[in-house]
């Protein structure tokens, strides 16, 4: 059983994931309209700047990681909190572009650093039951659809400055509070992972993540299965930024109505947020997590075959179940396979890379969809090149996923 203190941590970190919805596409979308129309800035504009706010986010984010390792959990946590608080107000008060673009870009480089923060720290607090605790902490990441509706419930009733106003006080304040509970490891509390004092007779020491190897850092970027399993997410990412941005044109091509695509987040929810936790159970009890992943690739392969092959209501939602379910589980395999394979010493630094790849590609997922489009006429060739993706992708973790120390 965990201790309270490992419960506290996880709940801080969750939280901590769950402040950065309205900084998300879905959450910022909200108040586009009103950035049009106050700010006087076109849409076009608008996604501009977001797409480079992307990009520099995912070149500043690696810092992120540095500061975590370099100065502990409790102070990465508290600039995360304060900057992302800062970015918020700085939107509410925005009265030009100069101003907006500054406060959106503070906004997008606290976010990622607050979620690296969250699952660097978990990985370090849970070893023996990472799966768990990364299958718990996904369930705060889904807590974010609830701030477009929160958005548009404040705005109106008083309006959207006041609304991201009330956002940067009230999120900035919840992030304080994580600030002071999390801790930069077990062993800094003379703790162990997943249980309590030092002194208790534990069997932590017998699983099989507690011999995972330290690897320096230059040794991580030398790994190929550092790269294989890098850059088969970040091709996951461009399909699943880009599904959801293209969503309505892409199923109206198959015949479906907006409604009924709002309809099919049902059965991708539930299977999202099943299986993200038998995932959690299934990792804690495999040794080798990216042979794991490479199933998972291959799943995920068949999954968009059968998106490309649905015409109909019945397995549009067989596809969204299924596709939920695969979601799930790499979304809890993704957050324990770097501390599985690495080691948790370097991880801030191991996290922010990746993060930095994932952000970059999420961002560019709906312009590539796009680009596919206008020169096909259709999004065959995107669903294509995400099949080969995926199965060359998980060839690799595969295969490389022997080479450990």
Known sequence: MWSCRHLAVLLASGLLITIT???????????????????????????????AALTASSVLTPIAGFLLDCFGARAASLLSSVLYAMALLGLSFANSVEVFTVALSLLRFSGPECM????????????????????????????????????????????????????????????????????????????????GRRDEKSDVNTSSAA?????????????????????????????????????IDFWATKGFTASQVAELSIPFSTGLIVSSMLAGVVVDTVDNKSRLLAYLFVALALNVILCHLTTTLVFARIFFLTYGSTNGAMQTVFGVIMADLFGSKNLGKINGITTAFWTLMSGAGPWFWSLCYQQTGDYELIVWLTVAGNCMGASFIYAYGRLRK
Not at 24 to 51: A, C, Q, R
Not at 141 to 150: E, G, Q, R, S, W
Not at 153 to 163: A, M, Q, V, Y
């Open 211 to 247: 011999s995972t190897p330290e690897w320096t850092l230059m040794e991580v970027l030398h790994s190929p299965l550092f790269w294989a399993v890098t850059l088969s997410q970040s091709m996951f990412c461009v399909w699943w930024s880009g599904l959801n941005f293209h969503a």
């Open 116 to 195: 690296v923060l969250a699952n660097t720290t978990v990985n370090r607090w849970f070893v023996s039951s990472r799966g768990k605790a990364n299958a718990i902490l996904r369930l705060f990441d889904n807590l974010m659809i609830m701030f477009p509706m929160l958005s548009t419930f404040l705005i109106d009733t008083f309006d959207w400055r006041i609304s991201l106003a009330i956002m940067s006080v009230s999120l900035g304040s919840v992030g304080l509070c994580c600030a002071s509970i999390i801790g930069t490891s077990p062993a800094s509390e003379g703790l162990l992972p997943d249980k």
């Open 21 to 51: 919805g309205p900084g998300h596409s879905t959450g910022i979308n909200t108040y586009v309209p009103y950035f049009e129309k106050d700010l006087d800035i076109s849409l076009t504009t608008i996604s501009f700047l977001w797409m």
